[in-house]
């Protein structure tokens, strides 16, 4: 089961960030956060993972809450290009990843 | 360089035959994963590969479902007698470990008439 609970959509505005939460109570000191999405018709794709540091790359940024129970993803600037399911995941190495539903982000015009 | 490549792309076949889907991860990379998706749902765990240790076959949903890999490069996922319920999206990932971010393909679409 995944370990992740995520809204089943959100809404943006081109152009305006946007911010999509996760939350995670139960994770344990050395499980990572990872996020993935899915754009249509695509196979999932990786954006970023963090332990508990806030972490940011060309795609997005990761910040993670100092109790680590909750995480929020940040595309600064979202296009309709960013479109897609966003998947929230947390596991440790040596573990397989599970997937949650996701979160169904719909860039407005 | 080249990333996970999965073929056939689209794959129509008749409820009953033996389908094999094929996947060719990136070079070096040690871990394989497969994944089913159906229809506006979520991604299924299938079968995963780590080297040369024993395949953690948990996710396969019944005996019809079969995987092989080569040592650490092409790996096979064999549906015997298809049924309806078959038909999804079955993508492949590979990772330099397991654990690791995973590379997916774009996924072969089975269609079970």
């Known amino acids: 089961d995944a370990k992740t609970t995520q809204p089943p959509s959100m809404d943006c505005a081109e152009g305006r960030a946007a911010n999509l939460p996760c939350n995670h109570s139960t994770i344990s000191g050395n499980e990572y956060v990872y996020w993935y999405r899915q754009i249509h018709s695509q196979g999932p794709q990786y954006i970023i993972h963090g332990l508990k540091n806030n972490e940011t790359n060309e795609m997005a940024s990761l910040i993670i809450t100092e109790d680590r129970k909750s995480s929020t993803l940040i595309l600064p600037h979202a296009t309709l290009r960013d479109t897609a399911v966003y998947y929230c995941i947390v596991h440790n190495y040596g573990q397989n990843f599970v997937f949650g539903p996701g979160t169904r982000l719909s860039v407005l015009p | 360089g080249a990333g996970v490549s999965q073929s056939p792309s689209n794959k129509v076949t008749e409820k009953g035959k033996d389908v094999e889907l094929r996947c060719d991860p990136i070079s070096g990379h040690t871990a394989l994963y497969w994944y089913r998706q159906r229809l506006g749902q979520g991604l299924e765990f299938l079968i995963y590969?780590?080297?040369?240790?024993?395949?953690?076959k948990s996710g396969l949903p019944s005996d019809r479902f079969s995987a092989e890999r080569t040592g650490e490069s092409v790996s096979t996922l064999t549906i015997q007698r298809t049924q309806q319920e078959d038909s999804a999206v079955y993508l492949c990932?590979?990772?330099?470990?397991?654990?690791?971010?995973?590379?997916f393909g774009p996924g072969t679409r089975l269609t079970v008439l």
């Open positions: 990932a590979s990772s330099r470990g397991l654990g690791f971010e995973q590379f």
């Open positions: 590969f780590q080297g040369n240790s024993a395949p953690d």
